[in-house]
C-alpha cells in the first residue's frame, strides 16, 4: 500500500503535466479532482469526453498505488464510459473510485464523475488494468 503523501508525489514527478489533484486514496480507492479550464472545453461549453475518460484513467490508477504500492508499470487494458449527463463547463470534475476486484494480473475498478457540488454523475467509468508480473 501506498500513503496520499506518496501517491501524490509520485504523480507528481511522473506525470507534471496531470491537472489531477489526489484527495484521498486508500481502502481500495481513491478520490481526485481535475480543475477545468478552456482547453477541455468542447462546443456547448462542455467537458469533453476525452478529458473524462483520462481523469477516470487517473483515478484507477492512482487506486491500484494505494492498494498495491507504488506500481508505475500498471497499464491500462480497456475503459467503458457511460457519459450520463453534461457537466459544467466552469466546474471541477471530481472522481470517485472503487476497486471491485484486484487479481494477481488484473484489477478491475469503477469510477463516477462528478461536476463539483452536483450530486448526480455525469459519467460512469469502469476499468481494467494490468499488472506487472510481481516478484515473490
Do not use: W
Not at 507528481?12 to 496531470?18: C, K, M, R, V, Y
Not at 489533484?21 to 469533453?48: C, F, I, K, M, Q
Not at 472503487?98 to 463516477?112: A, D, H, P, Q, R
Amino acid at each position: 500500500m501506498a500513503t496520499l503523501d506518496e501517491v501524490a508525489a509520485f504523480i507528481a514527478t511522473e506525470f507534471p503535466q496531470t491537472k489531477c489533484v489526489v484527495l484521498s486514496v486508500g481502502n481500495g480507492g481513491a478520490t481526485l479532482t481535475h480543475d477545468v479550464g478552456v482547453d477541455e472545453l468542447r462546443p456547448g461549453g462542455t467537458v469533453s469526453g476525452p478529458v473524462l475518460m483520462g481523469v477516470a484513467d487517473v483515478a484507477l490508477y492512482v487506486a491500484i498505488h494505494g492498494e498495491l504500492g507504488i506500481t508505475p508499470m500498471a497499464a491500462t487494458t480497456s475503459l467503458t464510459v457511460n457519459f450520463l449527463r453534461k457537466p459544467d463547463g466552469d466546474k471541477p470534475i471530481v472522481a470517485e473510485c472503487k476497486l471491485i476486484k484486484v487479481g494477481k494480473t488484473l484489477v478491475v475498478g469503477e469510477v463516477s464523475l462528478y461536476s463539483q457540488g452536483k450530486p448526480e454523475p455525469v459519467a460512469h467509468v469502469v476499468g481494467t488494468y494490468s499488472l506487472p508480473p510481481r516478484r515473490g
